[in-house]
């Protein structure tokens, strides 16, 4: 008999128990019970992948385009490619700034003139210059201790002969034989045990494309000064 009254003493507490957990009894706890029973739609799934997928994307953006924003490491703490590129622009970048400025002049008076270079007039000079270094592998040799890649000596080679037709076209120049004469005496030394008449078109070719050169200069100063050129760093 006392086990009987000891259970039925326990099921009356637990129905108190449960009366008190009674949402309409008390509020405080019908408000608990809501949002703790309450399970996560689709909707909470979906952020949650997105969030994993776009920090995928960081990851692999970063990585991928890592020397973007780290140009080194020195041992755990990075040079930044920005720091790189403040002491390059402090140190080159007048000098260089002033060799863009110029291009960008030259290309814009051979557009004005009708002036271009075709890719073959590049191709033959590089053949020539393959000549002159042994072959193509050691030009290659030469452009990488020089930093400069294939693509920037077509580039140096192309405005180089739009200065060699601007000069062309706005100058005439004419070398005297007594000229060359007058340098191949001055300068026998360098040619060494050649005869001037084995040389004398070769040296009137070098002193015309000084002239022009010279000539080339002066005008292409007076281009720049009529220029409208606005310069953004000290």
């Known amino acids: 008999m006392a086990i009987k009254s000891n259970t039925k003493k326990s099921n009356n507490l637990r129905s108190t128990k449960i009366k008190k957990a009674n949402p309409a009894a008390d509020p405080v706890v019908s408000s608990t019970v809501k949002i703790s029973d309450k399970k996560p739609g689709r909707g909470f799934g979906l952020q949650i992948l997105l969030v ?28 930044t490619t920005l720091e790189l590129h403040q002491v390059l622009s402090r140190r080159y970048g007048k000098a ?73 076209k706005f100058f005439k120049v004419e070398i005297a034989d007594a000229d060359v004469q007058k340098y191949y005496d001055s300068n026998k030394a360098i040619y060494a045990d050649a005869k001037f008449d084995d040389i004398k078109e070769e040296i009137k070719s070098n002193l015309k494309d000084q ?24």
Not at 52 to 79: D, E, H
Not at 112 to 126: A, F, H, P, R, W
Not at 142 to 148: D, E, S, T, V
Not at 212 to 232: C, G, H, N
């Open 52 to 79: 994993v997928l776009v920090g995928a994307a960081i990851f692999l953006v970063a990585q991928r385009y890592r020397s973007v924003v780290v140009a080194a490491f020195v041992n755990k703490t990075p040079i």
């Open 96 to 168: 260089v700034l002033e060799e863009l400025i110029n291009s960008r002049l030259v290309r814009e008076e051979a557009i004005t003139n009708g002036i271009t270079v075709g890719k073959e007039e590049i191709s033959s000079e590089i053949t020539k210059l393959e000549e002159k270094f042994g072959g193509t592998e050691n030009l290659s040799t030469a452009l990488l201790q020089y930093g400069l890649s294939r693509s920037d000596l077509d580039d140096q080679i192309e405005l180089r002969l739009l200065q060699q037709k601007l000069a062309d």
């Open 211 to 234: 002239k022009l050169q010279e000539e080339f200069t002066k005008w292409f100063d007076e281009v720049k000064q009529k220029a409208k050129i606005s310069i953004f760093i000290d």
